[in-house]
């Protein structure tokens, strides 16, 4: 069979309604590729989303779908993990919908170390609902919830990963699609939380914080001496200023949710556990 022929077997039929010129297609294109050499079948494959432009990619892919409700992808995703380990979870958001609403979910999915991929589709704005500013969107931009100004300071998604203990953090561009590939591949790959961040365009709402141009002269790739399990160093390389690097920023594997959930089972089944009596004898 023709890698061609891979590809579109992954394809629902659903065409995409993205606006044209929108990075995303380059997004879902890498992210097809990506589940074509990696060989997974679409039945052990679960796409998990809430409500963005981004969200909408679950229709598009064949493979089990959530479209879920704004800002709750990750703890479905996390559900739909613990319920059926064997299967492939793949969380998709855009930066309002993951950063926003969001918010609160990324620290305790992270810290748990659940075995799913979170992407976060970066356009700094939000284009399903027109144009207004999102946490990611940089200082003083205008915007149309910001037309003389925005006077808060933007987010940084990979930043907050690293903070947030994801063992497996990465930045990618949609302009780079063979390079974002192997990201997702490698995210995929990894046992635990793996968070990658997608800086990509909107061409409709946000021509200028992530005009491509302009993040072509600004991105560097993760220098080759940089080692991904030293959280300092992948902070300082999330956090630089003057440039924003593109590759694995963090990759310290440690046991899974999964893993201690089978920690727990096994010590309530040697019967280790303190009984009923006891545990209801601290309440009397």
């Known amino acids: 069979m023709k890698p061609q022929d891979k590809f579109c077997d992954y394809l629902s039929g659903v065409n995409p309604v993205w606006c044209s010129g929108c990075g995303y297609y380059g997004i879902l294109a890498a992210l097809v590729e990506a589940f074509v050499d990696l060989n997974l ?14 969200s909408r990619l679950p229709y598009f892919v064949k493979a089990y779908g959530f ?6 992808a990750l703890p479905i995703a996390q559900g739909v993990k613990v319920a059926n380990p064997n299967l492939t979870v793949i969380a998709v958001v855009g930066d309002g919908d993951g950063l926003a609403i969001g918010g609160g979910h990324f620290p305790h999915v992270a810290r748990n170390n659940v075995d799913l991929t979170y992407i976060l589709f970066n356009n700094a704005i939000y284009g399903m609902t027109k144009g207004q500013f999102s946490p990611t969107t940089t200082l003083f931009s205008s915007t149309k919830t910001s037309p003389f100004g925005l006077p808060g300071d933007a987010l940084n998604p990979s930043a907050l990963a690293i903070v947030y203990g994801a063992s497996f953090v990465a930045r990618g561009f949609s302009v ?8 997702i591949m490698q995210g995929i790959r990894h046992p635990g939380f793996a968070f990658i961040e997608i800086l990509t365009s909107c061409s409709s709402f946000n021509t200028t914080d992530m005009n491509v141009a302009r993040l072509l002269k600004a991105i560097d790739a993760v220098p080759p001496d940089h080692d991904p399990k030293d959280a300092i160093a992948a902070l300082r390389l999330a956090g630089n200023d003057s440039k924003i690097h593109l590759g694995i920023l963090r990759c310290s594997p440690r046991p899974t949710l999964e893993d201690r959930f089978r920690e727990i089972q096994q010590k309530a089944q040697r019967g280790n556990s303190p009984g009923i009596e006891s545990l209801v004898r601290q309440f009397a």
């Open 41 to 54: 079948p679409s039945k052990e494959l679960a796409l998990v989303s809430g409500i963005s432009c981004a």
């Open 67 to 72: 479209h879920g409700i704004h800002g709750r």
């Open 176 to 183: 780079r699609k063979e390079h974002l590939k192997d990201l």
